[in-house]
Structure formats: structure tokens, C-alpha cells
């Protein structure tokens, strides 16, 4: 991922932070690096001019990009997460390090247009079908990096360790695919992938405390403090694990964790959906972040996190899209403050800035990349151009625009992404990926 030298931007209106935005902000950067932000500043010769709001770059903290192919698909039926996951494990049975390279691509790329310029790819879709390793039992994972690359986007790796179907279950069927031979095996094919450091981190995960024992947690957790890698883990996604956490071990995902030591300022709690007694405290008192991923939890009908009490802990906030039920910050943003409403009968708990806070910054230090996330001097370079012409934005006044943004626009209404200085998408199209043909056949290739 190579960078211009030199480059400045004039953007229309920008937001640096607080609940109100800037005009004609001046943003000049040196090798993909923020070098002045100056507001009602003067436009250096050969400045580009974005018109509409500027926003730093979103982070899109979980993501599991295969499941792109099954947008649509499981909508026809009654059903639970459960009869859902049936249909993602016939999905994972199809994919080859060829075609997930393929479907990765154009899911990346999606999200490029929609405004993120990091993403955190919790992958655990690690070998062949019948759960014998590839040649390089890394393939799959160096499939998801060269994505990312095409895509243009940054990524970190978040390798998924996964033992069990269960606690105490061996894997069966396409499980196999996802589980290494022990912990130990899953350490050291993690230590022999390479990654390239200008786009990409190399992270851990464990996959859920049903598919990971307390004693491989710590193992986990231990490599990634070792290597000073951030780590995640689903937790509390549905009641059922909570329950099976309680009979195996009589703990809780969250207390569990904490015993193995997993919690840190590097871990994120994935869902933290069905959080019960002291959970969130735990979390708040390690320093820990809460990826909530609503657009997902709704398709699942996972339930509604409590927001209110999560970030009053101390818990830092961050959103992922997940399932790819569809790929926008700006609705996945939204979620969080109106499924608050729902839940709890009252409006504005999350100000505009706060969720646009949760979009940005936390997220990408949840992912390793602290440097990014803000129009600040010495931040990364990521800027994201929203039109504020569009049919949802249209006629909002100045005092409202940052409001008007997170309530009204879409995904569809960003024009210009630029991820460390190098211009990615442009009038809404990726620079060099035409994603709806590349989305089209690439999952269209996967069920046929």
C-alpha cells in the first residue's frame, strides 16, 4: 500500500471532534500522515476539494467476510440463530482459498465505499473440508490479506482459535475446518504467518467460550500479550452460552475470561449481548472495549445489548457489521442509539458525536491501529466525504449537519474515501474494483 508524498484536501465542512463541525478545513498530509488541520484555512495550489462533510475514517471492528454470501439467503423462514448457523456452516463447507480470496475482495471493497478504512476479520475458517491443513496452513488467512490489499483497505487478522463444538464435544462436520489440533498448534501456525505491517496487524481470538477450554484460553491470551496483540472473542452472543458456560465450568463467557486473564485494555468483547451480574464490570475494570455489532444482533434476533449500562462501567464502545446483513456505518451507528430507545423508552442517550466516536477512534485502537480514527495532526490520513446534497441530507442547517449525518445518511451518500493519503473510491465507486459485478459473481461462483 504505497502513499503520495504530499497531499491536501479542502473540505467543505469536517468534523474534529465535539458536536458541531468546521468549514473549509485545510488537511494537508506527508506519506499517508496528518501533517495541519486548519480550519478557514488557505488552500494550497493544487488542493482537492471535497464538498460535503468530511468524517475521519470508520472501523469496522468484526467481520466475518464469507458470510457476505448470505445476505438474502436466510430470510425466508421462521427461525433462530441457530437454524441461521446452519446455513452458514453449508456456506464455510464451500469455500476454497481461491474463491474466499475472491468473495473477501469484493466484501472489502464494500466496505471501502461505505466508508470503512480498517477492518478487523475475525476469521476462523482455517483449512481444507475435512479439517486437514493446507500445504501452507495458512492459506485461507494470506487469501483474506491479499483481499484486503486489492480492497485497498487495512486489516487486522484476528485468527480465531476453536477446540470444541462445545465444552466437552469434539467438532463434527464442517466444525472440523475451523479447529486446529490443539492450542499449542494453533500458537505456532499463528507465529509463522507473515504479515505486511503498512496494511495489515496480525491478531488473536478466541472464538467463544464453547469452542475454546479455560486452559487454551490462557494459552490465547499469553501469546497475545507476548506479542503485544490485540485479542477478541465472542461473548454472551445468545442466553444458550451463558447457560453452557454456567454447567461446564459455573462461570459466566465474561467471568471465564477473566480467570484466564484474557481481559485487558487489548481485548474486545464481541455482542456482549446477554451481559449478566458483575460481566460488565469486569470489563470496565480491565479497560476492556465492546464491539456491538446491531445490524447483526437484529437479523439474528440476538437481543438488544444494554448500551447504557455497558458504557457506565467504562466500557468503551465500538460497532462491526459482522454477518454483512449490510455493510453501513451510518446504520449501524444509528442502531445503537434507537435500539437504546427501544429498550429503554428514552431518546439522545448517544449524542451524534458519541457515535461517531464509537465509528471511528475506539475502533481502531480495538484493532491495533491507535493512530487512526481522527483529523488530527499525526493521525493516519483516512478521510471520508459524505454529500450533504443527497435526498437525505438535503436542507439540513449548518448547526444540525453532524446530527443530520448520523440520523438521515447512508452508506449510499459517501463520495470520497481516502485511506492514508491514497484516494480509494471516488463519485461513490472504488478506484480500481467494480464491486457490484465483483460482488455478483464472486457469490454467485460460491453457490454453484
Do not use: K
Not at 79 to 100: H, I, K, T, V
Amino acid at each position: 500500500m504505497t502513499t503520495p508524498a504530499a497531499t491536501s484536501w479542502v473540505c467543505a465542512w469536517a468534523w474534529l471532534g465535539g458536536e458541531s463541525v468546521a468549514r473549509d478545513v485545510v488537511i494537508t498530509a506527508e506519506d499517508g500522515i496528518i501533517t495541519a488541520v486548519e480550519p478557514q484555512g488557505t488552500a494550497p495550489e493544487g488542493a482537492t476539494r471535497l464538498e460535503g462533510l468530511v468524517l475521519p475514517g470508520f472501523a469496522n471492528v468484526h467481520s466475518h467476510a464469507f458470510h457476505r454470501a448470505l445476505r438474502g439467503r436466510t430470510e425466508r423462514a421462521v427461525g433462530s440463530f441457530w437454524s441461521w448457523r446452519e446455513a452458514m456452516y453449508e456456506l464455510a463447507g464451500r469455500l476454497s482459498p481461491d474463491n474466499y480470496r475472491d468473495l473477501a475482495t469484493a466484501a472489502f471493497a464494500e466496505m471501502v465505499c461505505a466508508g470503512f478504512t480498517t477492518v478487523g476479520e475475525f476469521h476462523y475458517l482455517h483449512h481444507d473440508t475435512d479439517g486437514t491443513e493446507y500445504a501452507d496452513a495458512n492459506e485461507m488467512s494470506v487469501a483474506l490479506l491479499d483481499a484486503a490489499r486489492a480492497a485497498g483497505i487495512r486489516i487486522t487478522l484476528l485468527d480465531a482459535c476453536y477446540l470444541e463444538a462445545a465444552p466437552g464435544h469434539p467438532p463434527h462436520g464442517v466444525q472440523r475446518r475451523f479447529c486446529d489440533a490443539s492450542v499449542e498448534r494453533w500458537a505456532s501456525r499463528v507465529d509463522d504467518l507473515a504479515v505486511a505491517p503498512e496494511h495489515a496487524r496480525a491478531g488473536a481470538a478466541v472464538h467463544s467460550v464453547r469452542a475454546v477450554p479455560p486452559e487454551a484460553i490462557e494459552v490465547v491470551a499469553g501469546w497475545a500479550e507476548a506479542h503485544g496483540a490485540v485479542l477478541h472473542a465472542h461473548v454472551s452472543e445468545q442466553p444458550r452460552e451463558n447457560d453452557e458456560c454456567l454447567a461446564a465450568y459455573g462461570s459466566t463467557p465474561t467471568g471465564l475470561l477473566a480467570r484466564a486473564g484474557a481481559l485487558s485494555r487489548r481485548f474486545t468483547a464481541v455482542h456482549a449481548t446477554h451481559l449478566v451480574g458483575e460481566d460488565r464490570w469486569h470489563l470496565g475494570d480491565a479497560g476492556a472495549t465492546a464491539c456491538v455489532c446491531p445490524t447483526t444482533e437484529r437479523n439474528l434476533a440476538d437481543g438488544l445489548c444494554e448500551l447504557t449500562e455497558l458504557a457506565g462501567a467504562g466500557v468503551a464502545l465500538c460497532v462491526g457489521t459482522d454477518c454483512h446483513a449490510t455493510i453501513d456505518p451510518f446504520e449501524e451507528l444509528r442502531c445503537l442509539e434507537g435500539h437504546e430507545r427501544l429498550r429503554t423508552t428514552t431518546r439522545g442517550a448517544l449524542t451524534p458525536s458519541l457515535l461517531l466516536e464509537a465509528g471511528t477512534a475506539p475502533g481502531h485502537r480495538a484493532l491495533g491501529w491507535p493512530g487512526v480514527g481522527r483529523l488530527e495532526v499525526g493521525a493516519a490520513c483516512d478521510l471520508v466525504c459524505v454529500a450533504t446534497t443527497s435526498v437525505r441530507l438535503a436542507g439540513a442547517d449548518v448547526e444540525d449537519l453532524l446530527a443530520a449525518a448520523v440520523a438521515g445518511a447512508t452508506a449510499a451518500d459517501v463520495s470520497t474515501v481516502v485511506i492514508g493519503g491514497r484516494l480509494v473510491a471516488s463519485g461513490g465507486q472504488h478506484a480500481s474494483i467494480d464491486v457490484p459485478t465483483a460482488l455478483e459473481r464472486a457469490v454467485h461462483a460460491v453457490w454453484t
